[in-house]
């Protein structure tokens, strides 16, 4: 086998075949394992070393050995070294196990009694790989069709299906952590003190142009009356901000100036302005904007009755 895969080639192999294994079991993200965590490097390393070593080690017991035989097993060995890969020993022996067959000198003994026109049988034995792999495969057919049509396994469609479920419920977790990817459907209001000061910061940088320092419209509409053109609430007005408002003549999309979390804080501050009353304000545009998901107000009037009666 040493004289088909020179140590030049083996010890390489061996090497990435370990490193490839390493790379693939280790979780490391959006970096290589032996960048992430320096131990994997020092293992590498080390690996690489004790291969050389066995190597160089098992070269020099070799030679050792060969200067130790006989000329007679010096010539055999010679012989062995300058066969080819089908020639040599170790894989006739491995095709013999195989497949089984009978050496041509034999194929006599192998003949059937009955000739058709001249072309003859032979009553080899079916290939033993052949044999267990239809085994293999009669155990696989008893085994799916007891798991999915006895037992009621799932198939494709429904393991698609319920793996999509579980990706969107992990994609909306993996949402509820990461800021950065907020949208208008998992945005919520803020009303910490520490937050909205941020919020305003960047309002009075980026909206203050157009809306005015306290909000009450200059260019753009109003923000602190409860009348909105694209809709109000946490999420309209995130989504509004994020993409712009009317084609032509709204604002411009702030998703490529501001983080969804920069966002976030600014809308939560334009919401806290609501009901300000600033000077002089712009004339109210939109519509009243209604909240549908908060709960309904109970408005059925509680009647007093007269506990006074009227004596006669």
Known sequence: MKKFFPVYVRVPLIFFIVFGLMEYFIDSGDKPAFIKYPMVSVFLLVFLFILIAIEITLSAVNRVMYQLMSPEE?????????????????YKDLMLKLTQTQPIEKEGDLLMDHDYDGIKELDNNLPPWWVYLFYICIVFGVIYVARYELF??????????KE????????????????????EKTVVLLTDPEN????KEIFTTNCAACHRADAGGQIGPNLTDDRWILGGGIKNLFHTITNGGRDGKGMIAWKGTLKPKEIQKVASYILSLQGSNPKDPKEAEGEVWVDDSAPAKDTT????????????
């Open 152 to 161: 009621g396994g799932d198939d494709q469609e429904t393991e698609l299906k």
């Open 164 to 183: 999509m479920a579980q990706a969107k419920i992990d994609v909306d977790e993996y949402l509820k952590t990461a800021p950065d990817l907020m949208d």
């Open 74 to 90: 010096k010539a055999k060995l010679e012989h062995e070294n300058s066969l080819s890969l089908t020639e040599s020993t170790w």
């Open 196 to 199: 909205l000061a941020i919020g």
């Open 301 to 312: 009037a509680s009647t007093a009755k007269d506990s006074t009666e009227v004596k006669k």
